[in-house]
């Protein structure tokens, strides 16, 4: 049987929600689309590749904490596998060096 995902309204209780996950998570290359999303005093600009582990090992942490306070409520929590997200991807009119 196929799975469902179903969506009510903004005051239901929470019931079931994704919550992803830090690892392999990398700065874009800069480009148009997103070198004005990082501030100027920001110590990522002009950098792309892999997040500092530190940021990442924090982001976690506070995933995990996310999670464990949905969990503790009731709500049933479902966690993705990482990807690697600094594999290229592309077309024929596009490339970036990572997702």
């Known amino acids: 049987m196929a799975k469902i995902v179903s969506s009510w309204n903004d005051w239901d209780p ?14 874009p290359p800069e480009e148009p689309a997103t070198s004005e999303k990082v501030p100027v005093d ?7 590749g892999l997040r500092p582990l530190e940021t990442v090992e924090r982001g976690n942490e506070c995933l995990e904490n996310l999670v464990k306070i949905l969990e503790d409520r009731g709500v049933v929590v479902d966690r993705p596998t990482p990807l690697q997200w ?8 596009f490339r970036n ?3």
């Open 14 to 27: 929470l019931k079931r929600v994704i919550v992803g996950r830090c690892d392999n998570s990398v700065i």
């Open 86 to 93: 600094n594999q290229a991807i592309g077309t024929p009119d």
């Open 97 to 99: 060096d990572s997702m």
């Open 42 to 48: 920001s110590e990522m600009r002009g950098m792309w």
